[in-house]
DNA sequence: TTCGATTTGTTCGTATGTATT
DNA sequence: TAATACATACGAACAAATCGA
């Protein structure tokens, strides 16, 4: 078909302006902005391929070849017969992607979060460049502790920028259901889609060690991440000790063949 | 069209028979053998996709989405006008995927390596559980020490199966050139396609300790990886110790989106 | 340098299968 | 059962990159 007759009209796409992108990068682009702007929001459906194919004035295999790029990225999940839908902070299942401490016997549990402390206070130099804001910037700062088989393996501490979290209290985020992932998403309308982590080993600071039951001086893990939201925006920083006597971090990458059974 | 059509013949897929899976599974299936098997070697390319359409029977859409997958995951690589090859260890781009040690600073480089010692010996049991042998299996075994920007940074213990390596020896590994899995892949048809690492924290063996420029005690990361081959075969187990003073461990899960800039 | 053959990349359309509601 | 939605498979046309004559 001829794409000019795609240039003109409402939603549909214009092939030969601006863009000189592929089709289905440019509705792939419209997806990520429709979720990153509320349109569709966590655990619900966009619409179905065809209705998408009509509107952007496309045929349904660029649909879906939009769609197979940001199921890939597990931003949408698709199921047969039902629809596509955004993926969501609530399941064990994403959380299986954004948890990577496993015991060292193999054996995977999710742990049980203790707050420790919830304070408003100013961007250091280290928070401000990691989360792209100006340095002193008002943020979050949230201490919890881990545990897994109800002892104390995790430290936490994480910073999140205020401007995106607004009337975010102590309460809020200690009377939470389910995952702080999900609370982003289903509170603050923040989803996130990406993390980025650097791990180095090294000596707790003493408060940290004494919550992790090490005595000082013993080798602990720490984590440091950044998570990403739809168009890449920083929305996280935070440091995770860890004490890795019996446990460790896992990283099994491109396992994309774990989709299949 | 009807998939009968495709049940006898030479190469053609049999859709109704043995397997219920759908034709691109299938034609997926045929061509990781035909890696596993060696039909096609290292930097080589495989037959044009129209090529493949009327050896396996099948329409270029189906051919095309099992190459899809088999890129995905970074096993095969597509060049417009030119074909599809089969990807391999020597060009910096795949070292980027099995090298995640990091300065701090955020520059990537590549180690240099030396050979610090090599052995055949006989599988210790953790050696036997992960890469699937036999207790007392014969490995090879061999430490490494590898720098960065001249300075020792990580000491590696390698054991693989003597099986699979036969005729290996000290000249052979320490006179390779490129990256040690370029070296399993050119001489011995092995090609090195996922790895799976555990990550901990410790203080490393005195002796290591030494080689790294540690104190004794001072905490180090360990890594413990075991590579895989296209059938998900085990065929190495990797012991990495990291001095982090300067370095770290850089996990960034899901960049699908690298591929593009 | 130009041209034509080859190969992958994109887009369209259609038909049918399978799962869900 | 019927309608809907995604999954698979086919075919065709053209674009874009590559390579050799």
Known sequence: MDRAENRFGGD????????????YKEVKSRLTRGLAGGE?????AIPSESRLAERFGVSIGTIRKA?????????????????????T????RT????FHIVAKDGTRELPVTELLSFRKARAD?????????QSGAPVFRVRNLLKLSGKPVIVDEIAVPAALFTDLDR???GGREGTIYGLYQAQYSITVTRISERISAGRAPARIAALLGLDTGTPALAIRRVAYTY???PVEYRVSWVNTEHHEYLSDLWRTRGNEP
């Open 12 to 23: 549909t796409l214009a092939a030969g302006s601006a863009t000189l992108n592929p089709l």
């Open 231 to 233: 168009d890449d925006t």
């Open 125 to 133: 130099a280290l928070e401000a460049e990691r989360l792209a804001l």
């Open 95 to 98: 959380l299986f992607y954004f």
């Open 67 to 87: 769609i197979d790029e940001l199921v890939a990225e597990r931003i949408l999940l698709r199921h047969q017969g039902r629809g596509t839908f955004v993926a």
């Open 40 to 44: 569709w929001k966590a655990g619900e």
């Open 171 to 173: 309460d809020v985020f």
């Open 89 to 92: 902070h609530t399941e064990d």
